[in-house]
């Protein structure tokens, strides 16, 4: 008996150890004082000494503070064209990236809806529309894809610069070929004002404008500003294609961090409406150097700007029948965010 008793003894002694040893493995393995930081790589492509540019300069002071990240930080564009981008995130070779809304629709062609000639009437009402109706659908369309958006970015009206007269009147158009980047958006926008275009790469682009190649383009004013300084007259701004962004994460990447990593991976970067806020102050700011510097903007009057409506009309129908079901649905969404937008206006005191 008193082997037993031992025995017995000894076993319980065992027992207990283990449980120990399991307790002490699992604290050890949930503990945040000893996890690894999250590693990664940010790919994206910002204009050095933009408000953009500011924006990833704030998130990887914030990000680098944190202990609980190692990322890797490739802000000038040394991964990419937005395509690769988002392939590289989709296949976790990279795992934040930034993406515009026209880049966004080679990946997901529905999102065309949104920038289809002259959708929106004001910049509040595209904030409307997309806070209230379509940023949840757009976060659904990319999750399936494997790309989760952690912040919405602004990117503002889209204008068409011209190298030698100004272009006021979708007529005016005739005559001149317009640059465009690979986007029926911007194709259907162009053959349904009755112009022509080529799609030329960012490299061919100033010398084609130099050669007359080409005699203008449709871009954003910060991308005027800052890559076509000295080549162009004139700066019309359509307010017709408004354009925003997305910042995502890698699904997989994003879904392996703590609640604390990914609580400071949305938090880091500017909030929607401070970034709207930054970016359009910035715009009209970039629009006054130009002016300064002889560039002519023009601001069209409501009914010059009804007339480009009217004159683009077709390009709307060419992208829904071009996007299915799927873009049918936005476009339906779309219109029910904009009409209650319209009706608490007209409600409010």
């Not at 399991?22 to 408000?51: N, R």
């Amino acid at each position: 008996m008193p082997d037993l008793k031992a025995g017995l003894s000894l076993s319980i002694m065992t027992s207990k150890f283990a449980r120990i040893l399991v307790a002490i493995f699992i604290a050890a393995l949930t503990s945040p004082a000893l996890a690894e930081p999250l590693k990664g790589k940010v790919g994206v492509y910002s204009f050095p000494d933009s408000v953009w540019w500011e924006q990833w300069m704030g998130f990887q002071s914030r990000i680098e503070a944190n202990p609980d990240f190692d990322i890797e930080w490739y802000l000038r564009g040394e991964l990419g064209s937005e395509q690769q981008l988002i392939t590289g995130a989709r296949r976790n070779r990279i795992q934040v990236i930034s993406v515009s809304s026209q880049g966004m629709t080679s990946l997901v062609p529905e999102m065309g809806v949104l920038l289809a000639p002259y959708m929106f009437d004001s910049l509040e009402e595209a904030d409307f529309v997309l806070d209230n109706y379509l940023s949840g659908p757009i976060s659904a369309l990319f999750a399936e894809l494997g790309l989760t958006v952690i912040q919405f970015t602004e990117v503002g009206w889209g204008v068409l610069y011209t190298v030698d007269k100004p272009v006021i009147e979708p007529v005016d158009l005739a005559g001149l070929t317009i640059r465009i980047s690979p986007s029926i958006i911007l194709q259907s926008f162009i053959e349904s004002v009755g112009s022509d275009y080529a799609i030329l790469e960012l490299g061919e682009l100033i010398p084609g404008l130099q050669t007359g190649l080409i005699q203008g383009g449709l871009t954003n004013v910060v991308f005027v500003h800052n890559a076509l300084d000295g080549q162009v007259c004139c700066v019309t701004r359509l307010k017709s294609m408004y354009e925003m962004g997305a910042n995502f994460a890698n699904t997989k990447w994003f879904d392996s961090a703590t609640d604390e990593q990914r609580a400071a991976l949305i938090n880091s970067y500017d909030g929607l409406p401070t970034a709207r806020k930054n970016v359009r102050a910035y715009v009209e700011q970039v629009v006054a150097e130009g002016q300064a510097k002889g560039v002519n903007y023009i601001d069209l009057t409501k009914e010059q700007r009804q007339r480009w409506k009217l004159a683009s009309s077709s390009g709307l129908q060419r992208i829904l029948d071009d996007t299915g079901p799927e873009g049918a649905r936005l476009y339906d969404l779309l219109l029910e965010g904009k009409d209650a937008f319209s009706n608490q206006k007209n409600s409010a005191p």
